[in-house]
T-cell receptor, first 106, second 114 residues
Framework: KNEVEQSPQNLTAQEGEFITINCSYS?????LHWLQQHPGGGIVSLFM???GKKKHGRLIATINIQEKHSSLHITASHPRDSAVYIC????????FGTGTSLTVIP | SQTIHQWPATLVQPVGSPLSLECTVE??????LYWYRQAAGRGLQLLFY??????ISSEVPQNLSASRPQDRQFILSSKKLLLSDSGFYLC?????????????FGQGTRLTVV
C-alpha cells in the first residue's frame, strides 16, 4: 500500500505544452512537497504546500486538503524541464511517491 | 535560512569497502533527521530517523547503520558494502516551527557499488 500515488508515471510532451502531474495521498498531512530530480542529479525542492496554491516562474503547485490531492503544473514546457518530479508528504516522516518521469521534446 | 549539506554527491565504491555519508544541517537546531534510499526503479524508502543526539530508529533491517554524534550531524555508514547497497541516498530534515512543520532536503548521494 502506497501512502502517496503519482500519475502519470511517464510523460512525454512537446516543447511549449502545458503539463500537469498529479499526486494523491491517503494520510493526514502537515505539508506536501514537490521535488525535482534531474537524470543523474540530486534533489531540488520546488514547493512546500499546506494549503492553496503557489507559483514560481512557470511552475504552479496546488493542493486540495479535503480531497487529499495536489497537482504540479508546468506552463510553456521546455526541454530543460525534463526530469523526475516527486511528490512527498510529511506526517511523522516523509512518504514519497515513485515519481513522474517527464521528457520535453524540442 | 535552513539548508542541508550532504556529501559526496556521487560515489563509486568496491564491494566489501566501508561507507560513510555525512549530512549536516544549518539554520536550525534540534531537528528530526532522516536517511532515505531509492533503489533503481523504486521510490524513496525510509532507512533511519533520529529525534536527537544518539537517538536512532531503524525502519528496515539492512547492512547499514546511522549515527548522530552532534545535533545537526547525521551519518550513514556501512562496514562492508554489498552490491545491493547501490542507490540514491537522501538526507531530510523536519522541525516544528511557529508556522507549522518545516522540512527540507539534501541534494542526495548517488552510490554505485562495483
Amino acid at each position: 500500500k502506497n501512502e502517496v500515488e503519482q500519475s502519470p508515471q511517464n510523460l512525454t510532451a512537446q516543447e511549449g505544452e502545458f503539463i500537469t502531474i498529479n499526486c494523491s495521498y491517503s494520510v493526514g498531512i502537515s505539508a506536501l512537497h514537490w521535488l525535482q530530480q534531474h537524470p543523474g542529479g540530486g534533489i531540488v525542492s520546488l514547493f512546500m504546500l499546506s494549503s492553496g496554491k503557489k507559483k514560481h516562474g512557470r511552475l504552479i503547485a496546488t493542493i486540495n486538503i479535503q480531497e487529499k490531492h495536489s497537482s504540479l503544473h508546468i506552463t510553456a514546457s521546455h526541454p530543460r524541464d525534463s526530469a523526475v518530479y516527486i511528490c512527498a508528504v510529511f506526517v511523522n516522516q516523509f512518504y514519497f511517491g515513485t515519481g513522474t518521469s517527464l521528457t520535453v521534446i524540442p | 535560512s535552513q539548508t542541508i549539506h550532504q556529501w559526496p554527491a556521487t560515489l563509486v565504491q568496491p564491494v566489501g569497502s566501508p561507507l560513510s555519508l555525512e549530512c549536516t544541517v544549518e539554520g536550525t537546531s534540534n531537528p528530526n533527521l532522516y536517511w532515505y534510499r531509492q533503489a533503481a526503479g523504486r521510490g524513496l524508502q525510509l532507512l533511519f530517523y533520529s529525534v536527537g543526539i544518539g537517538q536512532i530508529s531503524s525502519e528496515v533491517p539492512q547492512n547499514l547503520s546511522a549515527s548522530r554524534p552532534q545535533d545537526r550531524q547525521f551519518i550513514l555508514s556501512s562496514k562492508k558494502l554489498l552490491l545491493s547497497d547501490s542507490g540514491f541516498y537522501l538526507c531530510a530534515c523536519s522541525k516544528q516551527g511557529p508556522k507549522g512543520t518545516e522540512a527540507f532536503f539534501g541534494q542526495g548521494t548517488r552510490l554505485t557499488v562495483v
